[in-house]
T-cell receptor, first 114, second 114 residues
Framework: AQSVTQLGSHVSVSEGALVLLRCNYS??????LFWYVQYPNQGLQLLLK??????LVKGINGFEAEFKKSETSFHLTKPSAHMSDAAEYFC????????????FGKGTKLTVNP | GAGVSQSPSNKVTEKGKDVELRCDPI?????LYWYRQRLGQGLEFLIY????????KSGLPSDRFSAERTGESVSTLTIQRTQQEDSAVYLC????????????FGNGTRLTVT
């Protein structure tokens, strides 16, 4: 069965600084990987996804994530944080050709300080 | 409608009562998911439907929880004899197909059991 670990339930950065949100996954088959974002008082929306094409995936709002099979990681990055990036970010995994269940991590709350 | 619709948006109920939560997915979406989000926690998978069948019910916390879907459309999550620990936001999501298709989330039903 697949699982996701997000290191750090809270991350705080200064405006303009690098954003790095960590995600490690476990899957017995090649995974599909996703990052979702939940802005305050809004529903979850897709930020980006990895589906076995390019290992570096670009998403909305300047975010990107790199799939590293050897490290079983899919960390989310953004070169320069903006105040509007303050939100909760969830990493999720499903199995290619296997269970269709999408399993989420516990989430990382990002705070951006002026 | 344009998005996933959940009703009610808020529900307060007394311990021991039964509740029904409704989800209207995006028209044409064959996959439908239910998740639970407790305060300060990540998304906990409950159940998913492919069409009207539920291949994976492994996330249902107890036999007090059940879900059904009819007409490859509306789904109802029923919680019998509610307990205080059932208090959470219940999220529904749908996708056009499973696997690598992104999920479209509703705004959730906030359930409070007093």
């Amino acid at each position: 069965a697949q699982s996701v670990t997000q290191l750090g339930s809270h991350v705080s950065v200064s405006e303009g600084a690098l954003v790095l949100l960590r995600c490690n996954y476990s899957s017995s088959v090649p995974p599909y990987l996703f990052w979702y974002v939940q802005y305050p008082n809004q529903g979850l929306q897709l930020l980006l996804k990895y589906t076995s094409a390019a290992t570096l995936v670009k998403g909305i709002n300047g975010f990107e994530a790199e799939f590293k099979k050897s490290e079983t990681s899919f960390h989310l990055t953004k070169p320069s944080a903006h105040m509007s990036d303050a939100a909760e970010y969830f990493c999720a995994v499903s199995e290619q050709g296997g269970s269709e269940k999408l399993v989420f991590g516990k989430g990382t709350k990002l705070t951006v300080n002026p | 409608g344009a998005g996933v619709s959940q009703s009610p948006s808020n529900k307060v109920t007394e311990k021991g009562k039964d509740v029904e939560l409704r989800c209207d997915p995006i028209s044409g979406h064959t996959a439908l998911y239910w998740y639970r989000q407790r305060l300060g926690q990540g998304l906990e998978f409950l159940i998913y439907f492919q069409g009207n069948s539920a291949p994976d019910k492994s996330g249902l916390p107890s036999d007090r929880f059940s879900a059904e879907r009819t007409g490859e459309s509306v789904s109802t999550l029923t919680i019998q004899r509610t307990q205080q620990e059932d208090s959470a936001v219940y999220l529904c999501a749908s996708s056009s197909r499973t696997g690598n298709s992104p999920l479209h989330f509703g705004n959730g039903t906030r359930l409070t059991v007093t």
